[in-house]
């Protein structure tokens, strides 16, 4: 069973690389039960474009993989630039505010080539504004991100593209 919850949120809806603010009709977004966190306030809904960065290393088997080194993204909202996601991971809003996650739980993106949607916890945050008090994010929506084919020299790197929607959230 695939169980999904509802999240009521003033969503945004991804159409042609564009990111647009929700009307009436697009109420809420399904997330994935194993994703979910009910009970929690809506904080903020980002759009992200950008790259997964990957390394070539060898494996526990000894054979070359590509391994997620970090993201690199501009945060949306209504068409403008209003901050990044990278490394730890963290996210950092334009008025100083900044979060660090860990990932909780994931669920399958739509394709083979998407990377999955998360649930993470905030284990670190600095200064007050946006997402001051913010306790979870989840990423949803992906669009692409999977390093695909073969890593033939260990220190390769390889950025894939990669679009995502991250919803901030925070207790009531």
Known sequence: MNACWK????VFALSV?????ATAS????????????????????????????????AASD?????RAREPTATLIFDGSTVGRHYAGPRWEYVDGSVIQAKSA?????ATEDDIPWLQLDVVDQRGKGKFSGVTHVQRV????????GPCDEAGAFRSVPYSADYIFLRND
């Open 105 to 109: 739980s994931s669920a399958p993106g």
């Open 17 to 21: 690389g564009s990111f647009n603010a």
């Open 62 to 66: 000894g054979n070359l993989a590509w």
């Open 26 to 57: 697009h109420p809420s977004v399904e997330v994935s039960a194993a994703i979910a966190t009910p009970g929690l306030a809506v904080a903020a809904v980002l759009h992200a474009e950008g790259a997964q960065v990957y390394e070539c290393r």
């Open 7 to 10: 999240l009521p949120l003033f």
């Open 141 to 148: 929506n992906t669009r692409g991100g999977l390093a695909r």
